[in-house]
């Protein structure tokens, strides 16, 4: 009997020193839950995953066991296991990113990690370079820094935003039916050091993204929190200086806050000072209620104001009327400002679903003076537009995600709802002079458009396949008052668009990946436009697609690459001066994509972004059917080192070639390379950088247009390149102080 119970004794011993399982979560220094981390028992060998919220099981575990805690981007953790009674918090660490580390799977976006090296390696510290990180996409200024910068990608002159969608944690950057243009898309509300990722993808496969996703999207994600104050300052050529703080506000278990200010002023280079001034104000909160329900309150408010030499002529530089940094009308300029209010609830309901919903409001105003053609139109008093309207924007977005395993396939699904409401008050386009007399209304009136948008994605994880089906559902309603007409009258229209998507995944191995994507996209046209043409031209669609591949041949090179389709029902031209958006018919575009990323030793980096295309109008005859502006070669490529010992820096090129400006290719716009420098240093709690723009001061222009325009002196018009000079030698410093 007693040799009984010893044994019975032992027996429930055993089964309880090693039958326990340890429940866990795993999180980042920023407290975001960290989802696809493995965690390894070194004692057991037993292994496993954590899910979305960061939670993991693992079986078989005893106290003294090590955990050894790793995921791509963190240093590894290993954790002694003290106790099995209660759930363990793991904490990891970010660590520069190795190509070494990078295994390709469908679980990981391998073009994002390729943006997350290249801002690590060259960090954001300008609204305008958030937009550069993107492989493959260009931008150009043409208004004194204050104006949205327009933007090329994949044979597009997307002029501000037609063709890409751009968001800021949910909250959407294109301006629909804009006084200055659809899709119009001014970032320069984001203060660049509150970035924490940058979520982008090329073509219209994505059932999550909506209008204006044709030509690819961009999500920006700003930080959960910052582990130190920051005081940055920055001084430049050409009255440039900037000043930003970062502070914390609450930093414990389950509440963060901080908030960021960025004042930032500059005259420019051209002759007549562009009195440039913007400022910034940031605030983010974020709270963990409980195990289950995560809260979020982000604040932000931004203002600009500045002048403009605008865009000159090619004949007035050539015979010597103006400089190449001189003007024909430098009364140009403009003001906007934008306030946001952004609500996050997110609910955990089990460890497989999860239901994230946001809440945004924005207050946005915009007023802008523009002279393209300068006395074309008027001889006596000149060609000056101004630009201007109110606006207020109302939205939701919600998304329910739930992780599923059925025999021997997993993966997860999403349904999500999104509504978005636009109210644009006196969008008014206006003849004036000197930015001070009103001397005809061409346009004014109040826009209400809504947009509601219901869609559903999968994956399914067959082994080493990966299938991801998607559909999209969207409904319009637009809503016009013009105020020009003698009686009051709302013109309507409605409309809507289903949009499938189906992309297909195939790891061959760690080291290769194969893909195809495909799927139908829409940008919606100026509300203005149509109710006049009662519905027609609504919402074009694009259809398209991606064939390629990535690869890893050696453990230090990643290749991406990719041929690609893209064929638009309808081509939007915005003509500024008009106030219309002309309809240029069907389109094609096609081309290669090739991105590499190397690392031949630890602190040294190659990047390599290059994109061919070609670029028709389907509808038009050989030889006039070339699309203005559409880029058919681009190139960026840098070398970059980042050493333990606190020094980084880097020489980076930007290139693009000679490209048609009107439609018969009779008028070029001429290519430019550029190239930029910079260094710096990290000691203790100071870091100093040195930044140079266009190293070798190269004549370039920025932004180019075939205008038709008329001097004062002139008596006939004369159509050719009309263009913004790009920066010529620009040397600037910063400080960082850390505390």
Do not use: C
């Not at 999180?27 to 496993?48: F, Y």
């Not at 000159?312 to 003001?335: K, M, S, W």
């Not at 209304?441 to 948008?453: A, C, K, P």
């Amino acid at each position: 009997m007693k040799q009984i119970i010893i044994t019975v004794t032992l027996l429930l011993l055993q089964s309880y020193t090693f039958g326990q399982s340890l429940k866990g979560k795993v999180i980042n220094t920023e407290k975001e839950s960290i989802s696809d981390v493995q965690i390894l028992d070194l004692a057991t060998k037993h292994h496993t995953h954590s899910n979305k919220k960061g939670e993991f099981v693992l079986e078989d575990i005893n106290v003294g066991d090590t955990l050894k805690v790793s995921h791509i981007g963190y240093e590894i953790n290993n954790t002694i296991i003290n106790s099995l009674s209660s759930p363990i918090i793991i904490i990891l660490k970010e660590k520069s990113i190795s190509l070494k580390e990078v295994v390709l799977s469908p679980k990981i976006n391998a073009l994002n990690l390729i943006t997350a090296i290249d801002i690590e390696l060259n960090p954001v510290n300008s609204s305008q370079d958030i937009l550069r990180k993107v492989p493959g996409l260009f931008i150009g200024q043409h208004a004194g820094g204050g104006k949205a910068e327009q933007i090329f990608l994949r044979g597009f002159d997307i002029d501000h935003g037609t063709d890409i969608s751009i968001n800021v944690d949910g909250l959407p950057v294109n301006m629909v039916s804009h006084a200055h243009g659809q899709g119009y898309s001014d970032l320069h509300f984001v203060i660049s050091e509150t970035l924490n990722v940058i979520d982008f993808d090329k073509g219209a496969y994505y059932a999550d993204q909506g209008n204006f996703n044709t030509a690819g999207y961009v999500n920006f994600k700003t930080k959960r929190n910052v582990t130190n104050n920051l005081i940055k300052m920055e001084l430049g050529k050409f009255g440039t200086s900037r000043l930003l703080g970062m502070f914390k506000l609450l930093d414990n278990d389950k509440n963060d806050s901080y908030i960021a200010m960025e004042q930032l002023a500059n005259d420019g280079f051209f002759e007549s000072s562009q009195n440039f001034n913007r400022t910034n104000i940031f605030g983010k909160y974020t709270g963990n209620v409980s195990n289950e329900d995560k809260v979020g309150l982000t604040v932000s408010h931004f203002s600009s104001k500045w002048d403009a030499s605008g865009q000159i002529p090619q004949r007035a530089v050539g015979n010597g009327l103006i400089t190449r940094f001189g003007a024909i009308d430098d009364t140009e300029g403009g003001y906007t400002n934008r306030t946001n209010v952004l609500v996050n609830y997110d609910k955990y309901i089990d460890e497989q679903s999860v239901i994230k919903n946001s809440l945004y409001y924005s207050r946005y105003n915009f007023e802008l003076y523009s002279n393209f053609t300068f006395f074309l139109e008027d001889p006596v008093n000149g060609d000056q537009i101004k630009q201007k309207e109110n606006r207020n924007i109302f939205g939701l977005n919600s998304e329910y995600s739930k992780l599923f395993s059925i025999n021997n396939v997993d993966g997860n699904w999403q349904a999500g709802i999104t509504l978005r409401n636009d109210q644009s008050f006196n969008n008014e386009l206006s003849h004036t002079v000197n930015r001070s007399e009103t001397l005809e209304e061409i346009q004014l009136g109040n826009i209400h458009e809504t947009n509601l948008g219901v869609y559903f994605k999968a994956i399914f994880n067959l082994g080493k396949w990966a299938v991801n089906p998607g559909l999209r559902f969207d409904s319009f309603n637009f809503q016009y008052n013009d105020a020009l007409l003698p009686n009051y009258k709302t013109q309507t229209s409605s409309k809507r668009i289903i949009s499938p998507k189906l992309n297909v995944l195939y790891n061959y191995s760690d080291n290769l990946q194969i893909y195809l994507k495909s799927g139908k996209g829409f940008h919606s046209n100026d509300t203005r436009v149509v109710v006049t043409q009662a519905g027609r031209k609504t919402l074009p669609a694009a259809y398209g697609f991606d064939s390629g591949f990535i690869w890893k041949p050696t453990q230090q090179l990643l290749i991406n690459t990719a041929y690609w389709y893209l064929f638009l029902e309808q081509e939007f031209v915005y003509v500024g001066d008009a106030g219309i958006v002309e309809p240029s018919g069907k389109t094609r575009r096609q081309g290669l994509d090739f991105s590499l990323r190397y690392q031949p030793i630890d602190w040294l980096y190659w990047n390599l972004d290059t994109n061919y295309t070609y670029a028709r109008a389907t509808e038009e005859e050989v030889g006039e059917d070339y699309i203005p502006l559409a880029p058919d070669f681009i190139l960026a490529s840098g070398l970059n080192i980042k050493h333990e010992f606190g020094i980084y820096g880097g020489a980076n090129l930007r290139f693009i070639k000679d490209r048609p400006a009107n439609e018969d290719n009779s008028i070029i716009a001429e290519g430019y390379s550029v190239i930029d420098f910079n260094m710096g240093y990290n000691w203790k709690k100071l870091s100093f950088q040195l930044q140079v723009q266009n190293l070798l001061n190269t004549k370039w222009n920025e932004t180019q247009f075939a205008t038709e325009s008329r001097l004062q002196n002139e008596t006939i018009p004369v159509e050719e390149i009309h263009f913004t000079p790009g920066t010529p030698f620009f040397i600037k410093g910063i400080i960082e102080y850390k505390f």
